[in-house]
């Protein structure tokens, strides 16, 4: 190697030690290891920032979007139940997600399908009161190991397809050729993942639910008179074990339900009084069927989508202070309605209308937004601000949000449409349908999973570039001498190496050749060293940047560059043994 390929070497295992050993962002790690790249001149700013212009960064951004859609319109928490059900453990929580994505992902490509459904697992993890990042990496891994058993189950199978067909002539790979050893390893990977991840998986919570709630409301909600949640018991409407909030009582047809039974069945127009924090309060928001009781709330002006939640702290200088909400007129006076009261942190029970209120009492109002700008430098309060992600869910247009993203997927998976593309027609669509906005598709996008992705990808361009990938693969592939197994073996561990580094397709695309020139030399079959080709650029598990969907959970799983090395390392290994043990015997030499 020539003295810019050992830099470019030195440069990514700084970045992995960095990532691996500290909490420094992993954007900052490696935006810090492109412009080392740079300012040595290894990468041309055009090729170093190339990254940025890749279509598979553009295609995750686009489908923050398309993921917005989905949340907005409660179509997410809808899926979520479907999928998920209620099981009372993580193991049986793993088991249903990951079974249920393998064998989906085995026919459609992994990338939109994690992006369809880490919004669902968020929904549903919240609402069941567990951690989320016991979900999004075996969302990921379940993903990955259900497309290494079809040749369309990843893009990275159809890359070395493609190569088998212009390069070789040995027959095409068959549609289920692969899961011979494809199948084997998928089971043996999610029985690995359930048993491990109690140990080797930590508990992460996303940087948005690390707040805790100093305020405790109150909140009354109502059955709608056609609610789905009619004739269901609490424990099956989901409302038994919501995250930081809970059920006080029923008041039915003038009857008050204290200590309520998970078996209560709910009725139309039943009152339920729910006490928890803000951001629990705004869960109970996104249910459909229930809806605010406070009467006033039914005179605002604005449809209910337009409307979202606010905080506000009443001033001693205020017009209401002294009067009940009731008699101070709040709706005619701010085109706004109280729906919850905390005073010094703490509820104040009984009716909203009769609360009378004191200087410091903090409102939880529903509003237009334009609330906040209207009374934000007002006398009347101290503080106002919007509670974010309050907005309640368009659930009207669920269905339509369900049909775009499976007319997405079709024309990704089945008319073989460019990803990009689908998601980009998908957003537009989700847009220009209203099942969200244009602001809060914006706020959606997570830049800092862009950052790390674009940086990614020209960081390994310039392993490349310097031909340092090639030396590490062709000094590898020496070791194995002239045994066709390790020389498999060899093949397998030097792709897995350079898929955890550079992408996947780029990994495949740089081994077949080896790969091509070691089975001509040992005078064998060239087909085991395909099949383990494609086995090891798809099966990428002990680095974020690895694999395009590991990056996708990495900031909603709020997890650290270690937890996929510790939980993804042992994974690697044992789906290189289960190839190792399996391709000989189904492809021989």
């Given at each position: 190697m020539n003295l810019q390929?050992?830099?470019?070497?030195?440069?990514?295992?700084?970045?992995?030690?960095?990532?691996?050993?500290?909490?420094?962002?992993?954007?900052?790690?490696?935006?810090?290891?492109?412009?080392?790249?740079?300012?040595?001149?290894?990468?041309?700013?055009?090729?170093?920032?190339?990254?940025?212009?890749?279509?598979?960064?553009?295609?995750?951004?686009?489908?923050?979007?398309?993921?917005?859609?989905?949340?907005?319109?409660?179509?997410?928490?809808a899926l979520g139940q479907r999928l998920l059900g209620q099981p009372r453990t993580i193991t049986g929580?793993?088991?249903r997600l990951m079974l249920a994505?393998?064998?989906?992902?085995?026919?459609?490509?992994?990338?939109?399908?994690?992006?369809?459904?880490?919004?669902?697992?968020?929904?549903?993890?919240?609402?069941?009161?567990?951690?989320?990042?016991?979900?999004?990496?075996?969302?990921?891994?379940?993903?990955?190991?259900?497309?290494?058993?079809?040749?369309?189950?990843?893009?990275?199978?159809?890359?070395?397809?493609?190569?088998?067909?212009?390069?070789?002539?040995?027959?095409?790979?068959?549609?289920?050729e692969i899961a011979w050893v494809g199948l084997p390893s998928a089971l043996i990977g999610m029985l690995y993942i359930v048993a491990a991840s109690r140990w080797l998986l930590p508990e992460r919570v996303p940087p948005m639910q690390e707040r805790s709630n100093a305020r405790e409301y109150a909140l009354e909600m109502m059955v709608e008179a056609r609610s789905p949640l009619i004739g269901r018991s609490i424990e099956e409407a989901g409302l038994r074990r919501l995250h930081g909030v809970f059920l006080a009582e029923i008041e039915r047809a003038g009857t008050v339900l204290p200590a309520v039974a998970p078996t209560e069945r709910l009725q139309s127009e039943d009152r339920l009084v729910?006490?928890?924090?803000?951001?629990?309060?705004?869960?109970?928001?996104?249910?459909?069927?229930?809806?605010?009781?406070?009467?006033q709330v039914f005179k605002l002006d604005a449809p209910r989508p337009e409307r979202l939640l606010v905080e506000a702290v009443v001033s001693g200088t205020s017009p209401v202070v002294g009067q009940t909400i009731r008699d101070g007129r709040f709706r005619t006076r701010y085109d706004a309605v109280v729906v919850a009261v905390a005073r010094g942190g703490q509820r104040i029970p009984g009716r909203i209308g009769d609360i009378r209120l004191q200087p410091g009492d903090t409102l939880l109002i529903e509003s237009?937004?334009?609330?906040?700008?209207?009374?934000?430098?007002?006398?009347?309060?101290?503080?106002?601000?919007?509670?974010?992600?309050?907005?309640?869910?368009?659930?009207?247009?669920?269905?339509?949000?369900?049909?775009?993203?499976?007319?997405?997927?079709?024309?990704?998976?089945v008319a073989r449409v460019p990803m990009l593309i689908a998601a980009l027609v998908a957003a537009g669509f989700m847009l220009l349908a209203r099942c969200t906005t244009g602001p809060i598709a914006r706020r959606s996008i997570d830049w800092q999973v862009l950052v790390v992705i674009g940086a990614a990808i020209s960081v390994g361009t310039a392993l490349e570039r310097t031909g340092a990938a090639a030396a590490i693969a062709g000094s590898w592939l020496e070791l194995a001498g002239d045994r066709p197994l390790l020389?498999?073996?060899?093949?397998?561990?030097?792709?897995?190496?350079?898929?955890?580094?550079?992408?996947?397709?780029?990994?495949?695309?740089?081994?077949?050749?080896?790969?091509?020139?070691?089975?001509?030399?040992?005078?064998?079959?060239?087909?085991?060293?395909?099949?383990?080709?494609?086995m090891a650029a798809s099966a990428s598990f002990a680095t974020p940047i690895g694999y395009q969907t590991n990056l996708m959970v990495y900031g909603p799983g709020g997890y650290r560059f270690a937890d996929y090395l510790r939980m993804g390392l042992p994974l690697n290994l044992l789906m290189w043994l289960t190839a190792i043990v399996i391709i000989p015997r189904v492809w021989a030499f």
């Open positions: 390929a050992w830099y470019a070497l030195a440069v990514v295992m700084a970045a992995t030690g960095l990532l691996v050993f500290t909490r420094i962002g992993a954007d900052l790690v490696m935006i810090a290891a492109l412009t080392a790249l740079l300012v040595a001149g290894v990468l041309p700013p055009a090729e170093g920032l190339s990254g940025f212009a890749n279509p598979g960064l553009a295609t995750v951004a686009v489908l923050f979007v398309v993921a917005s859609g989905l949340i907005e319109t409660g179509a997410a928490g929580a793993q088991s994505v393998a064998a989906t992902s085995a026919f459609l490509n992994n990338t939109p399908l994690v992006a369809m459904l880490i919004p669902t697992v968020q929904d549903w993890a919240k609402k069941n009161r567990m951690s989320v990042s016991r979900l999004m990496m075996p969302l990921s891994f379940a993903a990955i190991l259900g497309g290494t058993c079809t040749i369309i189950g990843t893009s990275t199978n159809l890359v070395v397809t493609g190569l088998v067909a212009t390069h070789t002539d040995i027959t095409p790979i068959g549609f289920f729910f006490v928890g924090g803000v951001d629990s309060v705004v869960d109970l928001y996104k249910i459909k069927g229930l809806v605010p009781a406070p009467d237009r937004p334009s609330f906040v700008e209207h009374n934000r430098h007002s006398r009347d309060f101290i503080l106002v601000s919007a509670v974010r992600g309050s907005s309640p869910p368009r659930h009207e247009r669920a269905a339509l949000a369900t049909l775009i993203l499976a007319g997405m997927v079709a024309a990704a998976s020389a498999l073996a060899a093949i397998y561990g030097i792709t897995i190496l350079l898929t955890e580094f550079i992408t996947n397709t780029a990994a495949a695309a740089l081994v077949f050749p080896l790969a091509a020139a070691a089975a001509s030399a040992l005078g064998v079959d060239f087909r085991p060293f395909v099949i383990a080709i494609m």
